[in-house]
Nanobody, 125 residues
Framework: QERLVESGGGSVQSGGSLRLSCKAS????????MAWFRQTPEKEREGVAT???????NYADSLKGRFTISKDSAKNTLYLQMNSLKPEDTGMYYC???????????????????WGQGTQVTVSS
């Protein structure tokens, strides 16, 4: 039923930009959280940014100012604009979603039930 599909990953030089997209289908509730996570073999899955259906957002402290999360409700699509990319931003990026009764969304992977397949981002120096 619920399905999330990421796209937009690729290879980019340091300082470059990428825009990731996540097309969602099958979500049936008005209140929800959507989020971006990333993972490398060296690190556990970590939160990047979240956005609630009321448009409130949260960011990882280290990424705030470089990354921007947004959504287009009419297109059922989540976005992550990534600017000033660094090699340490390399990883597999996943979008996630779950239903929420409250404003504000957790930046914890265990809080999300639905996941996309991931899209690879590689930043070279």
């Amino acid at each position: 039923q619920e399905r999330l599909v990421e796209s937009g990953g690729g290879s980019v030089q340091s300082g470059g930009s990428l825009r990731l997209s996540c097309k969602a289908s099958g979500l049936q509730y008005n209140g929800y959280c959507m989020a971006w996570f990333r993972q490398t073999p060296e690190k556990e899955r970590e939160g990047v940014a979240t956005i609630h259906s009321d448009d409130s957002t949260n960011y990882a402290d280290s990424l705030k100012g470089r990354f921007t999360i947004s959504k287009d409700s009419a297109k059922n699509t989540l976005y992550l604009q990534m600017n000033s990319l660094k090699p340490e931003d390399t990883g597999m990026y996943y979008c996630a979603a779950d239903y929420s009764l409250w404003s504000g969304c957790p930046m914890l992977p265990e809080a999300y039930q639905y996941w996309g397949q991931g899209t690879q981002v590689t930043v070279s120096s």
